[in-house]
């Protein structure tokens, strides 16, 4: 049988690569080893996860495999139980959480990075006419998940940008007291990284269509302004197509 969640590892580990105390205290408290002084997430299993560290004068890097205390059967159960021990250890250890508020920007964006590294060589590029799946073509991303991400872009920067005047006038009131329950430091931190991940999903899309080599330049800027707008919306018919043309090859 097939690792669930060995799929998954790249993304999942670049993310949690940011989170060098959370890594850290994994090390000193279930691997034992209290003089680790850095720590970088490498790899994830169903059983576990491996991390690397350095101890004090000591150049060279050392790795121990941490057992999640449950076998992971599929993605869902990853992050609870990974915020779980780390919140276990920090206790432990007496150090404040590391993993709780919203994801910092940059793990967003080496998971993103990390996912497209994966996509890269999902498949060589090949460009025969003899494939019963077109590979130069665009496909655009759900309607629904169009208007959805269009509304949700819309809102987040009215209530970002428009001034407490303009809100009153336009919009219930009910709009502005949300805006000043919410705050505008947490409004802000949801629309540089809601632009930050559309951004580096725009620029992946770009990479994945010039490393398969499929695409004429027409398509591969419809396929990179369609993931830039749209997001996963546009990312998951990017991936899609590569699997259509791989299912038809092995068909």
């Not at 690792?3 to 670049?14: K, L």
């Not at 197509?241 to 090859?249: C, D, F, G, L, R």
Request: proline letters at 5%; charged letters at 15%.
């Amino acid at each position: 049988m097939s690792d669930p969640i060995t799929p998954h590892s790249g993304p999942i580990s670049a993310y949690m690569s940011v989170h060098e105390a959370t890594n850290l205290a994994y090390v000193r408290y279930f691997a034992k080893v209290d003089n680790a002084v850095s720590a970088t997430f490498k790899n994830i299993n169903a059983n576990g996860f491996t991390v690397s560290y350095k101890l004090p004068n000591d150049d060279n890097n050392h790795e121990v495999f941490i057992e999640f205390p449950i076998l992971l059967t599929k993605r869902e159960e990853i992050r609870p139980v990974l915020e779980n021990m780390a919140t276990e250890a920090e206790v432990a250890l007496g150090l404040p959480s590391s993993l709780s508020g919203p994801p910092p920007l940059k793990a967003i964006a080496k998971a993103l990075q990390a996912q497209a590294a994966d996509n890269l060589h999902t498949l060589p590029h090949n460009n025969s006419d003899s494939d019963s799946v077109k590979k130069n073509v665009f496909y655009h991303a759900e309607i629904y998940h169009q208007v959805w991400i269009t509304f949700g872009l819309i809102a987040l920067g009215l209530l970002n940008f428009a001034s407490d005047e303009y809100l009153l006038r336009h919009f219930p009131s009910a709009i502005l007291e949300f805006k000043h329950l919410v705050g505008d430091r947490i409004l802000h931190f949801l629309w540089n990284m809601a632009m930050t991940a559309h951004l580096v999903q725009g620029v992946v899309a770009f990479g994945i269509c010039l490393r398969r080599g499929w695409y004429s330049p027409k398509n591969i800027c419809k396929w990179t302004i369609s993931t830039t707008l749209f997001g996963f919306a546009s990312t998951i018919k990017l991936i899609d197509h590569a699997n259509q043309v791989a299912k038809s090859k092995t068909d």
